[in-house]
């Protein structure tokens, strides 16, 4: 049974409690989230993951994705990208390989790291049918099917599945006559390509009874996949992203009907003030299912720096609601991470995450316990308070005598130096702790 079901019949499972353990609330609050599909949690008897819930009144969760893809194949490197990102606060991790043998990494990448492992089983079933018969487009759909199933017999967590692609969608996008950025999603594209050759319906949104039985027995999170997201700003909330959205919503209600954990997707890259109306048309028509914000990239024109792009988008949308974020990396649209663009994306997107939780859960204590130890010149306690103790520490290190209690930023004129003790007694006043 999936959790969803166990929670309908009351059960408080041990994941349960420890969602509400970590998360710090009541367990039948959130048993009654689960319940009613607004909380998932992502798990499968086959693998034993790190337990998070994703979704309302919960810490925004954020994943990184890595994997290889056709031109660069590097093992060692994807592990060690995984590593990385569960060190640096990632929730989960999504592998997307689409090069070399992609279950031995994907079952490498299992093996070293303790967060739930998320996938898109439309790239290895495309990336295997342009090996062995030379052409997505001639992917035979059971091997869709066996994918899925195999994946979830590994102790997948979560998938992207691109059910809301149909004919109907198609006929939209060529209807409006434009799309600056084209299609970005690969799945999306690939998908696409896969209907026009055929001339058939795109068997995930034809047969989305059968994705639901294959994920509910090994209790699998249904993330329903973003194939017409906007892959530039004046594409954004067009007629086809829109489209898809409502047909993912339905599934969504339809999924969690049947006993399925399952999410929503959004897009892409959003004008900041597109943002909140892209999560309230999300949030509303899917019944608050939990929404997994991919970026949100603000602006197109800074390639190189879009985890800040992103991080600006990623910090609004939590702070409307979303529950689950995926990072983006300094390479997005330049080409595969390395290990040093996992670390920045990550870091970007966990101070998005907590800038949103401050605002979405009045998570504020951590801001103002660093604020009291800078201006006490704390210094220990401000790295122990950063987000990246490390980095904080060395810059530190590196321009200042560490005898000194300020820094070398006003040197001899430190105004935390010129007034310490002032502000004591009105903290004192005003604290509780
Ligand atoms: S020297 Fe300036 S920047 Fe450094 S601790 Fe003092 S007030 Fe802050």
């Not at 569960?86 to 992609?102: C, F, H, P, Q, R």
């Not at 998908?191 to 055929?198: E, F, I, L, R, S």
Request: net charge negative.
């Amino acid at each position: 049974m999936t959790q969803i079901e166990r929670a309908l019949m009351g059960e408080i499972t041990e994941e349960v409690k420890a969602v509400a353990a970590s998360e710090k609330v009541d367990v039948n609050l959130i048993l009654r989230r689960v319940a009613s599909g607004k909380i998932v949690i992502p798990s499968n008897a086959k693998r034993k993951v790190k337990t998070i819930g994703i979704g309302k009144g919960l810490k925004t969760k954020v994943n990184a994705s890595i994997g290889t893809s056709t031109d660069i194949i590097e093992l060692a490197m994807e592990i060690e990208k995984a590593q990385l990102a569960e060190k640096y606060g990632a929730d989960t991790i999504m592998d997307l390989s689409v090069g070399g043998s992609i279950t031995d990494i994907r079952r490498a990448v299992m093996d070293s790291v303790a967060l739930p492992l998320g996938t898109v089983p439309l790239y290895e079933a495309f990336a295997v049918a342009a090996e062995k018969y030379g052409s997505i487009t001639k992917m035979p759909e059971e091997l869709l099917w066996e994918t899925m199933e195999r994946q979830c017999e590994e102790g997948v967590s979560f998938m992207a599945v691109h059910c809301g692609i149909n004919r109907l969608t198609l006929e939209v996008l060529k209807n409006q006559h434009y799309r600056y950025g084209g299609l970005v999603s690969k799945g999306g594209a690939c998908m696409v390509a896969w209907m026009q050759y055929n001339d058939k319906e795109n068997p995930l949104y034809a047969n989305f009874d059968r994705v639901v039985d294959i994920l509910k027995r090994h209790d699998v999170v249904l993330s329903l996949g973003n194939g017409f997201r906007a892959g530039a700003i004046h594409d954004a909330t067009d007629r086809v992203q829109i489209q898809e959205l409502i047909v993912n919503c339905e599934f969504a209600e339809r999924g969690r009907g049947m006993g399925c954990q399952t999410m929503v997707e959004g897009p892409g890259h959003i004008p900041i003030n597109e943002i909140e109306a892209n999560i309230i048309l999300a949030k509303k028509m899917s019944g608050e299912a939990p929404f997994y914000m991919l970026g949100p990239i603000t602006t197109d024109i800074a390639p190189g720096y879009d985890h800040i792009t992103s991080a600006v988008g990623a910090a609004l949308s939590a702070s409307y609601g979303v529950d689950f974020l995926c990072y983006v990396t300094p390479a997005e649209h330049l080409g595969l991470p390395f290990t040093e663009d996992v670390r920045e994306g990550v870091i970007a997107a966990r101070i998005a995450a907590h800038i949103g939780d401050m605002v979405k859960l009045s998570d504020t204590d951590r801001d103002k316990n660093i604020g009291k130890a800078r201006r006490n010149m704390d210094w220990k306690t401000q790295f122990d308070l950063a987000i990246d103790p490390e980095r904080a520490c060395a810059i530190r290190n590196k321009r200042n005598n560490n005898e000194e209690r300020s820094c070398t930023m006003c040197g001899k004129f430190c105004a935390n130096d010129m007034l310490k003790g002032m502000f004591e007694k009105h903290t004192k006043g005003t604290d509780k702790d």
